[in-house]
């Protein structure tokens, strides 16, 4: 089956198969969030990109397997609603934004800052600050050696547009430009964005829209 990136709360799973890297997409929560579990297919690793709702439908997504890992995207309650279940059961380390871990409500083992590399298994994330939709927000790129990169945006980048910045004009504009010179000034078109909430989309889709994001300032 293709992946399409398309799923629904309460809908199976889609799953990207890449050579070294197994990503699979679920959505989880009365706010439609979406959960990434990331598998090293060289040693069956695995990590949780935002342990958002639903701790039971995430655990058996997780399987038997367990996670080596959980990266909570910032720190809206959205974003962690079942992360104290999912790292009691696992025994996962956790990881956030340096900036975003004091709100959230399970101890961080791990602060990231701009350009830490996470790993999962073999397998290494970039981690970008981006500032505005939260202070600590952070995405994660993974640039594929067999491809294209990915890049997991959390809230920050969704098709059509940045993240909420709650009509916040200093907060648009450091959102809008770590996202333009961190993710868009960075990556090429054939990127692939996985957002916290919705459909995917790529940064060439994207691109051409900037300008219409700077003039409406959201």
Same mark, same amino acid.
């Given at each position: 089956?293709?992946?399409?990136?398309?799923?629904?709360?309460?809908?199976?799973?889609?799953?990207?198969?890449?050579?070294?890297?197994?990503?699979?997409? +679920?959505? @989880? &929560?009365?706010?439609?969030?979406? %959960?990434?579990? !990331?598998?090293?297919?060289?040693?069956?690793?695995?990590? /949780?990109?935002?342990?958002?709702?639903?701790?039971?439908?995430?655990?058996?997504?997780?399987?038997?397997?367990?996670?080596?890992?959980?990266?909570?995207?910032?720190?809206?309650?959205?974003?962690?609603?079942?992360?104290?279940?999912?790292?009691?059961?696992?025994?996962?380390?956790?990881?956030?934004?340096?900036?975003?871990?004091?709100?959230?409500?399970?101890?961080?083992?791990?602060?990231?800052?701009?350009?830490?590399? +996470?790993? @999962? &298994?073999?397998?290494?994330?970039? %981690?970008?600050? !981006?500032?505005?939709?939260?202070?600590?927000?952070?995405? /994660?790129?993974?640039?594929?050696?067999?491809?294209?990169?990915?890049?997991?945006?959390?809230?920050?980048?969704?098709?059509?547009?940045?993240?909420?910045?709650?009509?916040?004009?200093?907060?648009?504009?450091?959102?809008?430009?770590?996202?333009?010179?961190?993710?868009?000034?960075?990556?090429?078109?054939?990127?692939?964005?996985?957002?916290?909430?919705?459909?995917?989309?790529?940064?060439?889709?994207?691109?051409?829209?900037?300008?219409?994001?700077?003039?409406?300032?959201?």
């Amino acid at each position: 089956m293709t992946y399409s990136g398309e799923v629904t709360v309460g809908g199976p799973a889609d799953v990207h198969e890449l050579k070294d890297l197994m990503i699979t997409k +679920i959505a @989880v &929560g009365p706010m439609d969030n979406n %959960a990434y579990l !990331l598998r090293c297919r060289a040693t069956d690793e695995q990590l /949780l990109i935002d342990a958002a709702n639903d701790a039971e439908t995430l655990l058996g997504m997780i399987g038997d397997d367990g996670i080596a890992s959980v990266v909570t995207t910032h720190r809206h309650g959205d974003h962690w609603q079942a992360l104290a279940e999912v790292v009691a059961t696992t025994g996962a380390r956790t990881y956030a934004g340096r900036e975003d871990a004091p709100g959230i409500p399970v101890t961080t083992d791990v602060p990231v800052d701009d350009g830490d590399v +996470i790993r @999962v &298994g073999r397998v290494e994330l970039i %981690a970008r600050h !981006l500032v505005g939709h939260t202070p600590g927000s952070i995405a /994660l790129v993974y640039d594929d050696p067999h491809g294209h990169p990915h890049v997991f945006t959390g809230d920050c980048l969704f098709p059509g547009g940045v993240g909420n910045t709650h009509k916040d004009p200093a907060a648009f504009a450091t959102l809008i430009h770590d996202v333009e010179t961190k993710i868009f000034g960075a990556l090429p078109d054939e990127t692939w964005v996985y957002p916290g909430h919705g459909n995917d989309t790529t940064l060439g889709t994207e691109r051409p829209h900037l300008p219409e994001w700077h003039a409406r300032g959201w």
